[in-house]
């Protein structure tokens, strides 16, 4: 299957958007976005644009609720599971849970993701992805009243560093909204929702000394310190 270019422009943030309809059978098209972002590649600081409440709230005005329900900390156990390094080594993975607002006519929507990190030390390159769970695992869902269901059939999202300071980002989504609305109404709302998210991050990658990342690193630098310290202390 081909892809089929939507928007082309080297001079936006988003320079490229493509898409593949009926992509495996479904419904929703998979569309891919493609960026090159000024700034050192930290693909925390990119997950947390879309795991964070507070911070997803910046870019994504349909948010009411993300949070990741069912953490997994056994990261040596994934890693094993994962052939040792074969996929990267993975950094976070659980079971994440999202709400929207209504919106633009659409009631509220509820997901239910499993969702990882895995980072690759050779190049510093990180592949944040998600994958939506099955009707048979519901009883993972929070109490409370059902929304449509929402299902993001593929989501993965693929930081590379080009330079000490620049990275391109491609965004891969299939999102299926749910409900009886056509994609034809859906698609550009995924679309411009996604844009804002590279605008989100364009400005906090390049913000330079004194701006959130520059905080978000020496922040990270201090708890580190702090750690170490500790560790030594305990050590026998």
Request: glycine share 8%.
């Amino acid at each position: 299957m081909q892809w089929k270019t939507i928007e082309s422009n080297k001079r936006r943030i988003v320079h490229q958007i493509q898409k593949i309809d009926n992509f495996q059978g479904k419904p929703a098209p998979i569309i891919r976005f493609r960026s090159s972002l000024k700034g050192p590649c930290v693909g925390e600081c990119f997950g947390n644009f879309i795991m964070d409440l507070e911070e997803r709230k910046k870019w994504d005005p349909q948010i009411a609720q993300v949070y990741e329900i069912h953490p997994i900390f056994d990261l040596d156990a994934a890693n094993i599971a994962m052939g040792f390094g074969k996929y990267g080594e993975c950094s976070r993975l659980g079971v994440g849970y999202c709400q929207t607002k209504a919106n633009f006519g659409i009631t509220p929507r509820e997901q239910l993701t499993l969702c990882g990190v895995q980072n690759f030390a050779a190049d510093g390159s990180c592949i944040i992805w998600g994958v939506e769970m099955e009707e048979w695992h519901d009883h993972l869902l929070p109490p409370g009243q059902r929304q449509t269901r929402a299902k993001s059939h593929i989501f993965s999202t693929t930081l590379t560093p080009t330079s000490d300071n620049t990275f391109d980002v491609e965004y891969v989504l299939q999102l299926e909204i749910g409900g009886k609305i056509p994609t034809f109404l859906t698609t550009p709302i995924v679309t411009d929702t996604v844009k804002s998210l590279f605008q989100r991050a364009s400005d906090f990658f390049a913000a330079g000394e004194g701006g959130e990342l520059d905080q978000f690193l020496k922040k990270k630098e201090a708890e580190a310190s702090v750690n170490n310290r500790h560790s030594l202390l305990v050590t026998p």
